[in-house]
């Protein structure tokens, strides 16, 4: 099969044919503003960006046993491009596949898919239950008691920020920032404040 970018329409219809579980495809969206967000910063393309973003986790939910290299193999038989391939399974560097990121895409990918985590979860304990006054100081907070969100692996963050030489507080502000434009979509606009 010939290699061609496919639309955000079919990633999407693509990413819900292997995925049922809403609080995977409200991540699976999270990570694609932050893919998107951080190329529009830095002058990247933009689709690929968000693209990848929004599958990066295609077979997670039926195939966690065989994560990246399933989703891999599934790209490969819809004909994606091999750069997006690459850049899908080097998020699971370290964890379950030996291609480290060498792309600044595939450093981003890598550091706020667990970093995504971290804000929706600090997110979610606000009395708004909302993305839209999370701070990155709130998150910074959240980062050093181990036992919450305990399922965001920090290590990977940290190592993601070492490779991208960037500032763990920029990071948390662009996750932020990024979260907010799509705050309804990943369920994190809250709820409106009650009138006393």
Same mark, same amino acid.
């Given at each position: 099969?010939?290699?061609?970018?496919?639309?955000?329409?079919?990633?999407?219809?693509?990413?819900?044919?292997?995925?049922?579980?809403?609080?995977?495809?409200?991540?699976?969206?999270?990570?694609?503003?932050?893919?998107?967000?951080?190329?529009?910063?830095?002058?990247?393309?933009?689709?690929?960006?968000?693209?990848?973003?929004?599958?990066?986790?295609?077979?997670?939910?039926?195939?966690?046993?065989?994560?990246?290299?399933?989703?891999?193999?599934?790209?490969?038989?819809?004909?994606?491009?091999?750069?997006?391939?690459?850049?899908?399974?080097?998020?699971?560097?370290?964890?379950?596949?030996?291609?480290?990121?060498?792309?600044?895409?595939?450093?981003?990918?890598?550091?706020?898919?667990?970093?995504?985590?971290?804000?929706?979860?600090?997110?979610?304990?606000?009395?708004?239950?909302?993305?839209?006054?999370?701070?990155?100081?709130?998150?910074?907070?959240?980062?050093?008691?181990?036992?919450?969100?305990?399922? *965001?692996?920090? !290590?990977?963050?940290? /190592? =993601? $920020? &070492?490779?991208?030489?960037?500032?763990?507080?920029?990071?948390?502000?662009?996750?932020?920032?990024?979260?907010?434009? *799509?705050?309804? !979509?990943?369920?994190? /606009? =809250? $709820? &409106?404040?009650?009138?006393?």
């Amino acid at each position: 099969m010939t290699e061609r970018v496919p639309t955000r329409q079919e990633a999407l219809a693509l990413l819900r044919r292997y995925n049922e579980n809403e609080a995977l495809i409200k991540h699976a969206l999270a990570v694609e503003a932050v893919m998107r967000y951080w190329a529009r910063k830095t002058g990247q393309d933009e689709e690929m960006w968000g693209l990848i973003g929004l599958v990066h986790d295609l077979d997670y939910e039926q195939f966690a046993d065989q994560h990246c290299h399933k989703s891999a193999e599934i790209l490969r038989e819809h004909g994606w491009p091999e750069a997006y391939i690459r850049a899908v399974l080097s998020h699971g560097w370290g964890i379950c596949t030996d291609v480290e990121p060498q792309t600044e895409l595939e450093k981003v990918l890598y550091t706020m898919d667990e970093l995504t985590g971290l804000v929706a979860a600090t997110a979610l304990v606000r009395p708004t239950k909302s993305v839209m006054d999370v701070k990155a100081k709130s998150v910074r907070k959240k980062w050093k008691e181990k036992s919450f969100a305990a399922g *965001v692996n920090r !290590e990977v963050i940290e /190592k =993601g $920020a &070492a490779m991208l030489g960037a500032d763990l507080t920029v990071l948390i502000e662009d996750a932020v920032a990024a979260m907010q434009e *799509v705050a309804d !979509e990943i369920g994190l /606009k =809250g $709820a &409106a404040p009650e009138r006393q």
